[in-house]
């Protein structure tokens, strides 16, 4: 069996996806049409052998992020629950805090998701790897020019057998074209190296009561605390993806994340993008519009552009480049290629 685990992270984090996050939360924002984890859920969902599905993160569970995960276990028929730290914990100390969860049932491996990337996501490539060549830890990775890659986690593999040799997060020079995805799949004995973190950091940190233990302890960053550490020791792959991918940090990222991710609904999901129809509004590339929201037959909608829950189009309005949130209203003979926030 198998299980994932998606970092959702917490309301302090994404500050340069503010305003957009004040009004929904960041793992719930739109890109595409669906919530931008929804996209993680459908490839877990699509893995043989997925058994259950977690969220890791520090938001408090309220009422849309509940909706969501009833909708997404109704959708997929699998388990898909919510797990609160009680502090914000890392991308590493979450997967060490609810570990007994995680690996509850016995999985044989479980993948790891950051949830602010965008990728077509080749988890069952991946788990095919794994089988072939175990290892506790597998990264995904990409290639990025040099000046691109100074903005990610750098990868340096052996190119013969793929064993990450050493690995620099946010390197201030060159190190490698090979960048982490944020995507991963850990065997269970991957937790083992996240606990000695979590040792030497309460040995590191006790108080002076030694009966007093540092809280901190549990805040473990996987990519310096873990990949940099364990780089070169036979424990850490990369396994490497030709396939779409970016970050989501920001609108910007949010509009270029739902032009790819509409590209990728020709072959996924044809019966999301919308098509030219008499009588309805002229559609140029790919384009999705929510069942609820109304058009006029004069728009022009296109290329990619995302209509949301509830929208209205008036009549002559043209759209490029666009996601246009639930509930906004854009007045007769509008224009624009900019993201567009509800009203």
């Given at each position: 069996?198998?299980k994932a685990?998606?970092l959702?992270g917490?309301?302090?984090?994404?500050?340069?996806?503010?305003?957009?996050?004040?009004?929904?939360?960041?793992?719930?924002?739109?890109?595409?049409?669906?919530?931008?984890?929804?996209?993680?859920?459908?490839?877990?969902?699509?893995?043989?052998?997925?058994?259950?599905?977690?969220l890791?993160?520090?938001?408090?569970?309220?009422?849309?992020?509940?909706?969501?995960?009833?909708?997404?276990?109704?959708?997929?028929n699998?388990?898909?629950r919510?797990?609160?730290?009680?502090?914000?914990l890392?991308?590493?100390?979450?997967?060490?805090?609810?570990?007994?969860?995680i690996l509850?049932?016995?999985p044989?491996?479980f993948?790891?998701?950051?949830?602010?990337?965008c990728s077509?996501?080749?988890l069952?490539?991946?788990l095919a790897?794994?089988r072939?060549?175990?290892?506790?830890?597998?990264?995904?990775?990409?290639?990025a020019n040099?000046?691109?890659?100074?903005?990610?986690?750098?990868?340096v593999?052996?190119?013969?057998?793929?064993?990450?040799?050493?690995?620099?997060e946010?390197?201030?020079?060159f190190v490698?074209d090979?960048?982490?995805?944020?995507?991963y799949?850990?065997s269970p004995?991957?937790?083992?190296?996240?606990?000695?973190?979590f040792?030497?950091?309460?040995q590191?940190?006790?108080?002076?009561?030694s009966?007093?233990?540092?809280?901190?302890?549990?805040?473990?960053?996987?990519e310096?605390?873990?990949?940099s550490?364990?780089?070169?020791?036979?424990?850490i792959?990369?396994?490497?993806?030709?396939g779409i991918?970016?970050?989501?940090?920001s609108a910007?990222?949010?509009?270029?994340?739902?032009r790819?991710?509409?590209?990728?609904y020709?072959?996924?999901?044809?019966?999301?993008?919308?098509?030219?129809?008499?009588?309805?509004?002229?559609?140029?590339?790919?384009?999705y519009i929510h069942p609820?929201?109304?058009?006029?037959?004069?728009?022009?909608?296109?290329p990619?552009?995302?209509?949301?829950?509830g929208?209205t189009?008036?009549?002559?309005?043209r759209?490029?480049?666009?996601?246009?949130?639930?509930?906004?209203?854009?007045?007769a003979a509008?224009?624009?290629s900019?993201?567009?926030?509800?009203?």
């Open positions: 069996m198998l685990v998606i959702i917490g309301p302090q984090k994404g500050t340069r996806f503010r305003p957009l996050s004040f009004e929904v939360p960041k793992p719930l924002f739109p890109v595409a049409g669906v919530p931008m984890i929804q996209h993680h859920i459908e490839a877990c969902a699509q893995v043989p052998g997925m058994q259950e599905i977690l890791i993160g520090f938001y408090q569970p309220d009422e849309p992020l509940t909706r969501f995960l009833e909708a997404a276990q109704q959708e997929f699998l388990p898909v919510y797990l609160q730290e009680f502090a914000p890392g991308t590493g100390g979450g997967l060490y805090h609810f570990r007994d969860q509850a049932g016995g044989e491996a993948f790891v998701l950051n949830a602010d990337v077509d996501f080749p069952s490539a991946m790897a794994h072939h060549q175990p290892h506790p830890f597998l990264l995904l990775g990409t290639t040099r000046t691109q890659s100074l903005n990610y986690g750098c990868i593999e052996n190119p013969q057998t793929h064993e990450v040799l050493h690995y620099v946010k390197p201030s020079t490698s090979i960048i982490n995805c944020g995507i799949l850990f004995e991957a937790l083992k190296p996240l606990g000695d973190v040792q030497r950091n309460q590191n940190g006790r108080l002076e009561d009966s007093v233990l540092w809280r901190g302890a549990g805040t473990i960053r996987l310096q605390d873990v990949f550490a364990l780089a070169g020791q036979g424990q792959y990369v396994h490497l993806n030709d991918w970016s970050q989501i940090k910007g990222s949010a509009l270029y994340a739902s790819l991710y509409l590209g990728q020709q072959f996924t999901h044809p019966e999301r993008l919308a098509k030219h129809s008499p009588g309805g509004p002229r559609i140029r590339g790919n384009v609820t929201a109304k058009v006029a037959p004069s728009a022009v909608l296109g990619n552009v995302s209509i949301g829950e929208v189009v008036g009549e002559g309005v759209l490029r480049e666009s996601i246009v949130l639930h509930g906004a209203t854009l007045q509008a224009s624009g900019l993201l567009r926030c509800s009203s």
